[in-house]
């Protein structure tokens, strides 16, 4: 690298970059067109000849520009926002992203182009450009707006699914193409990936921050999340996924932290400067005669862009229950691509999975599509009002469609009984891959340790197991509701009375949970056998974890209910889990459980009735009823036969007020 011949290339970069900038901002047009114009003029492709000599260097050092733009993108879209985009935002864009995908393949197989080839079109098209509609929501000042809460919902989980995408093309090789058993190995990689680094960087990033933010110091606290953001896209290049998924990630992680703001002050500068610089470079590696002499199909694709994302945005808000207007300015609003286009573009190219012709096409479509998207966001109550007046307009079925749907959704909300399944269901899978990616970890870790220092392998392998025993508690703990939900499903098809008379129903519910922890940790052990040469080598790795569990039980309660909050957290199911909060509020406290017979209750009765905490002490933690729970009910909860009835309070109050509710006194 000529030093100063990078920096006559940085000068005039940015001499030009601030010029056009200055027209785009005269005739209201997104930055991003005036970076890609500004590589265009200063690249090496652009007769009569090249302004840049050294563009290596340039697109090495706009790498620092992905990285800060991902990084900021992380900060904006915390996991408390991405929950509050809500399930309507999850399925719209559930069906825009996939309905893309085909139409561009579709588009792509039409052309004649390859197999690959057409795949990257439809995910180049199925990706929406969050700065650009960003920009222009702030500037059309419409963030107000009814319908900009989908759009910027929907902009959310189209970055995810951005960021799966990269991913999963970075665990593809040129030699491997794009096969369905490769794309799903790399899917299944990258959700591990994604949810053990977000476990972890829970745990650690939100304390070292506080900690580091003691010292009042702007500077200390911007030079730690920048080590943060670079380590974060190390780790994740070592692992073979993009180093957007990494800075992406850690922003997220960051953005829960107090210090938010002032970490977004500080990073404003360095992403704008090096945002700058990535643009501009995407635009240098744009070869203008590629385009030109493909004129049609770069016209084809962007009018594919427009109408397919306007169909698809506006099908989707369709379905999930917004009205025609708001659904079609949804849909005309996520009418363009953006950045992670060409960055999706960029990277197939770069592994040889596409034509480097790909490439120019998507930057071309993303800044002609950028170039739109204003029009027809300001004229979307113009074109609604002209398709409303085109014949067979859809009306009356939409409606009665609407109809059904509100009734649904009416009848789901006024049900109280919250269905728990698929949240055990989601909580024994953090849980399973939290405890794949410490196995993997170890096992690495002593493999290596083995061949210097075997003892120093089975010592590892012993911490391990006494970190394990509060997953492996979570996991029997998750696993036995589940079984009992189950029961409670079984009791409505058959007679309560003659099943729990014959069921020791707390008996059955502790031999289970001892059951599945046994399981696991022989599990455990077998994992463990090929660094195992004798029996005594089996009681270095056991005896260790038997003991923290037996002798500090309330401790590992408590790590248990630091585990839930942090997944309370990052998937906002806080009643997930109805025993886990009382019983760390009360460690002494027992688990008991109390299936309600016929004839306990005759004549109808209520929690308020048998007025269990006063009489006893006991406290009812929740009802599982027919696969349901009610966490917390209230006292005008009417209890029905077949209810299994949870209580928390120490032995003997917990059987006391088994007795009373049985007995229906």
């Known amino acids: 690298m000529n030093s100063g011949f990078?920096?006559?290339?940085?000068?005039?970069?940015?001499?030009?970059?601030?010029?056009?900038?200055?027209?785009?901002?005269?005739?209201?047009?997104?930055?991003?067109?005036?970076?890609?114009?500004?590589?265009?003029?200063?690249?090496?492709?652009?007769?009569?000849?090249?302004?840049?000599?050294?563009?290596?260097?340039?697109?090495?050092?706009?790498?620092?520009?992905?990285?800060?733009?991902?990084?900021s993108l992380g900060l904006e879209f915390s996991l408390p926002r991405l929950r509050k985009a809500g399930l309507p935002a999850a399925l719209s864009a559930l069906i825009i992203v996939p309905g893309m995908i085909f139409t561009g393949f579709a588009l792509g197989k039409t052309i004649g182009w390859s197999t690959s080839s057409s795949i990257f079109l439809g995910c180049i098209l199925s990706i929406s450009g969050s700065t650009i509609i960003i920009k222009n929501f702030f500037d059309l000042k419409l963030t107000g707006e009814p319908f900009a809460k989908s759009v910027f919902g929907i902009m959310i989980c189209e970055d995810i699914a951005a960021m799966v995408m990269l991913s999963v093309i970075s665990g593809l090789g040129a030699k491997s193409g794009l096969l369905a058993l490769d794309a799903t190995t790399a899917f299944v990689r990258i959700v591990f990936f994604i949810l053990l680094f977000l476990i972890i960087g829970l745990l650690l990033v939100p304390k070292l921050i506080k900690s580091v933010a003691k010292f009042k110091s702007k500077e200390l606290t911007g030079i730690v999340v920048l080590a943060l953001c670079f380590a974060s896209a190390l780790i994740a290049a070592r692992f073979g996924f993009s180093i957007a998924l990494g800075t992406f990630l850690i922003g997220a992680i960051i953005a829960a932290t107090e210090q938010i703001r002032e970490v977004e002050e500080w990073i404003k500068p360095l992403r704008d400067m090096f945002s700058a610089l990535f643009f501009v470079s995407a635009g240098m590696l744009v070869d203008p005669r590629i385009l030109w002499s493909n004129w049609g199909i770069v016209l084809a694709i962007v009018a594919l862009a427009v109408a397919g994302r306007t169909f698809w945005g506006s099908l989707a808000s369709l379905l999930v229950g917004y009205d025609a207007g708001i659904s079609l300015k949804v849909g005309l609003s996520v009418a363009q691509i953006g950045e992670f286009s060409f960055i999706i573009a960029s990277a197939g190219a770069a592994l040889g999975l596409v034509d480097a012709k790909l490439y120019a096409f998507a930057v071309a479509a993303a800044a002609l599509t950028a170039f739109i998207s204003p029009y027809l966001v300001k004229n979307a109550g113009l074109i609604g009002e002209k398709l409303s007046g085109l014949p067979g307009n859809p009306h009356a079925f939409i409606d009665r469609y609407h109809a059904f749907i509100g009734k649904s959704?009416?009848?789901?909300?006024?049900?109280?009984?919250?269905?728990?399944?698929?949240?055990?269901?989601?909580?024994?899978?953090?849980?399973?891959?939290?405890?794949?990616?410490?196995?993997?970890?170890?096992?690495?870790?002593?493999?290596?340790?083995?061949?210097?220092?075997?003892?120093?392998?089975?010592?590892?392998?012993?911490?391990?197991?006494?970190?394990?025993?509060?997953?492996?508690?979570?996991?029997?703990?998750?696993?036995?509701?589940?079984?009992?939900?189950s029961l409670t499903i079984f009791l409505t098809w058959f007679s309560p009375r003659k099943i729990l008379q014959r069921i020791n129903l707390q008996l059955t519910y502790r031999l289970i949970n001892y059951l599945i922890i046994t399981l696991l940790g022989v599990g455990f052990l077998l994992f463990v056998a090929p660094w195992v040469f004798s029996p005594e080598d089996l009681v270095i790795v056991s005896l260790p974890a038997l003991a923290i569990g037996f002798a500090f039980k309330k401790n590992v309660a408590l790590f248990r209910e630091q585990m839930e909050r942090m997944l309370d957290y990052i998937i906002g199911l806080a009643t997930s889990e109805p025993l886990h909060q009382a019983v760390a509020v009360r460690p002494d406290s027992s688990v008991f459980l109390c299936a309600m017979p016929e004839h306990a209750l005759k004549d109808g009765k209520r929690v308020y009735t048998f007025n269990v905490h006063a009489e006893t002490g006991a406290a009812?933690?929740?009802?599982?009823?027919?696969?349901?729970?009610?966490?917390?009910?209230?006292?005008?909860?009417?209890?029905?036969?077949?209810?299994?009835?949870?209580?928390?309070?120490?032995?003997d109050q917990c059987s006391s007020a088994e007795r009373m509710l049985k007995s229906g006194a």
């Open 620 to 651: 009812v933690a929740a009802i599982y009823r027919s696969g349901r729970t009610i966490a917390n009910p209230a006292i005008e909860e009417e209890l029905l036969p077949g209810d299994i009835v949870i209580l928390i309070g120490d032995k």
């Open 409 to 485: 959704s009416k009848n789901i909300v006024n049900d109280v009984n919250t269905p728990v399944f698929s949240k055990y269901m989601l909580r024994l899978g953090i849980y399973a891959t939290l405890l794949a990616g410490l196995f993997s970890a170890v096992g690495a870790g002593a493999a290596a340790l083995a061949k210097t220092l075997p003892f120093g392998a089975l010592l590892l392998w012993a911490v391990t197991g006494v970190v394990c025993v509060p997953l492996f508690m979570s996991i029997a703990r998750y696993c036995d509701h589940m079984l009992l939900l």
């Open 6 to 71: 990078l920096l006559h290339d940085l000068a005039l970069i940015m001499a030009v970059a601030a010029g056009v900038l200055y027209l785009c901002h005269k005739f209201r047009q997104p930055p991003v067109i005036g970076y890609l114009l500004a590589g265009f003029i200063v690249g090496p492709y652009t007769p009569p000849f090249a302004f840049v000599s050294d563009v290596e260097s340039i697109r090495s050092i706009s790498q620092l520009g992905l990285v800060f733009l991902m990084f």
